[in-house]
């Protein structure tokens, strides 16, 4: 079968793979589509991966099982969630597998098949479309739901995200749609217009030394209620922090290495919370369900869609900016 392989440098190619082997718990899916995260920039640009690849959002049709498995069945429509926990622990009960000790995450969706746990599989509902399945099922839509639900929810009308990649787009989405005001900041003019189709009031370009300045002159001065960090980058960590009010929060959502914070000053003296938000609980797959049936435009993160074979293409794409969430289709 056909696979996505990262050689490092940005040089992606597609390979001849063997197809997976379901392993006991486990399902083989044929993928329909699989989409483009921006943590995969890392090994895109970088070293590359030896094996597989690091694509971990899909949605496909159940193709074989292994043993054990009930409640899948073949030929069901599935969005799979990388990860799996153990299933066996009480986080895994309360269906919270992010705080498993022992979660597996499964990759290499960016592939004709797929292997995935059958804990891991969300059935896809006939009314919901591929696109809109792999955001609610991934981290496309994952990250900005789950982070929004331990934002404040009363009190907030201003909300600043830095990194308008697809995490960050997700979020001006859903921001917007909570009836906030939305800053939204990146050096990309696709991005930026891009946030505004979905909503966002304000435009701002970053990397400028008047960047922090700007959103404190939306915000009368007085700072936004929620500073969201989405590009993984310290500088714009520091800026979240310089552009919250007063016993405001800031959200991490973008990864990254070390940062130096003062408790004093970004913190203890103005009343700040800060956050993490790493994926989503499985549970909360129904919560963004009802979302897009209730109107939320979950289909319009998707700028591109991709033939398996135009990979090279999509991720040159991607990388340069020029792209909003971005989807590879498999061939029927």
């Known amino acids: 079968m056909k696979s996505v392989r990262f050689d490092g440098k940005s040089i992606v190619r597609i390979v001849d793979v063997p197809e997976p082997e379901p392993g006991a718990d486990e399902v083989v899916v044929a993928t329909v589509v699989s989409a483009i995260c921006g943590s995969e ?16 959002e899909a949605a496909g049709v159940v193709e074989r099982v292994g043993a054990n498995v009930t409640g899948i069945k073949v030929g069901q429509r599935v969005g799979a969630s990388a990860i799996a926990g153990c299933g066996h622990c009480s986080f895994c009960a309360r269906g919270q597998y992010t705080w498993c000790n022992n979660y597996k995450f499964y990759g290499s969706m960016h592939a004709e098949k797929f292997v995935i746990a059958a804990r891991a599989c969300h059935l896809l509902p006939d009314d919901v479309p591929w696109e809109v399945g792999v955001l609610i099922s991934g981290d496309g839509l994952g990250v900005p739901y789950h982070s929004s639900t331990r934002m404040p929810k009363d009190g907030v009308d201003s909300v600043a995200v830095f990194g308008l990649g697809p995490v960050g787009l997700g979020n001006v989405l859903l921001q917007t749609y909570l009836g906030r005001r939305v800053a939204a900041i990146d050096l990309s003019e696709y991005r930026l217009d891009y946030a505004m189709k979905l909503g966002a009031r304000w435009p701002v370009r970053a990397g400028t030394p008047t960047t922090v300045e700007q959103i404190l002159e939306l915000s009368a001065g007085q700072g936004v209620d929620i500073a969201i960090e989405a590009a993984g980058r310290p500088e714009t960590a520091k800026q979240c922090f310089a552009v919250a009010r007063k016993g405001g929060t800031v959200v991490f959502n973008g990864e990254q290495g070390e940062l130096l914070l003062s408790p004093s000053d970004d913190f203890i003296r103005r009343d700040i919370t800060a956050l993490g938000c790493w994926f989503y609980h499985f549970r909360e797959f129904g919560d963004m369900l009802r979302l897009y049936r ?18 090279p293409e999509a991720y040159a794409e991607f990388a340069a900016g020029r792209t909003a969430k971005v989807l590879l289709r498999m061939q029927a």
């Open 41 to 56: 920039m890392k090994a895109h640009k970088g070293d590359g991966q030896a094996n597989g690849n690091p694509g971990h």
């Open 294 to 311: 209730n109107g939320l435009r979950v289909g319009d993160l998707v700028s591109h869609n991709y033939p398996l074979a135009e990979a």
